[in-house]
Nanobody, 120 residues
């Protein structure tokens, strides 16, 4: 199983970016998919999460600016980030809680991270 994230980059404050992540490999089912971020010298924090049924939750700092979505048939999750601020600068990681084929339990998987830099 592999999670591949893409879409990071350098933007100015107020601009937008869209992150994407695709899960591939021997996957039976995906439960929760999420985006986390980690700024230099800080812990990794949850940004947004979406259940298999489409229920979403957001960190207070991004509510109203970020939107998480997923396509279950394609095993993808996206994060639309609008009105970006310098404090959104971080490495963004996608996460999936999923069931591998021929396994009866769920396991956690992480993507490699993609850098988002917002200049003021």
């Amino acid at each position: 199983v592999q999670l591949q994230a893409s879409g990071g980059g350098l933007v100015q404050a107020g601009e937008s970016l869209r992150l994407s992540c695709v899960a591939s490999g021997r996957i039976s089912a995906i439960n929760v998919m999420s985006w986390y971020r980690q700024a230099p010298g800080k812990q990794r924090d949850l940004v947004a999460t979406i259940s298999s049924g489409g229920t979403t939750n957001y960190a207070d700092s991004v509510k109203g600016r970020f939107t998480i979505s997923r396509e279950n048939a394609k095993n993808t999750v996206a994060l639309q980030m609008n009105s970006l601020k310098p404090e959104d600068t971080a490495v963004y990681f996608c996460y999936a809680n999923l069931q591998v084929l021929d396994r009866a339990y769920l396991t956690n998987w992480w993507g490699q991270g993609t850098q988002v830099t917002v200049s003021s």
